[in-house]
């Protein structure tokens, strides 16, 4: 099973951006997906998360307001709409899969089964 993530690029401060994450090879739509990202010289830290029919999600404080997951379970593809972009939001983004819970993915990271190569968001600002 691998994922892609997609639709990073660069962006100026206040702009949006669309990532999105495809499954391929196998099917993640009974199970809790995730955003994380990465800043240069920072730790992995949550993004947002989504629960396997989009019914519940959870956003990191600092993104909440501005970004919004979503999930087409038909297409297999999970999305991250970025808005109101901030310099603090350059990273590489990964997205992320837990085929163990289906209403969430873990803050830590903990327990996710499969990462997704990642995608670099610039804000300029």
């Known amino acids: 099973v691998q994922l892609q993530a997609s639709g990073g690029g660069l962006v100026q401060a206040g702009g949006s951006l669309r990532l999105s994450c495809a499954a391929s090879?196998?099917?993640?739509?009974?199970?809790?997906m995730g955003w994380f990202r990465q800043a240069t010289g920072k730790e992995r830290e949550f993004v947002a998360g989504?629960?396997?029919?989009?019914?519940?999600?959870d956003y990191a404080d600092s993104v909440k307001g501005r970004f919004t997951i979503s999930r087409d379970n038909a297409k297999n593809t999970v999305y991250l709409q970025m808005n109101s972009l901030k310099p603090e939001d350059t990273a590489v983004y990964y997205c992320?899969?837990?085929?163990?819970?289906?209403?969430?993915?873990?803050?830590?990271?903990?327990?996710?089964?499969?990462w997704g190569k990642g995608t670099e968001v610039t804000v300029s600002s």
């Open positions: 992320a899969a837990d085929k163990n819970q289906v209403s969430g993915v873990s803050r830590s990271g903990n327990g996710i089964d499969y």
């Open positions: 090879r196998g099917s993640f739509s009974n199970n809790a």
């Open positions: 989504i629960s396997w029919n989009g019914g519940n999600t």
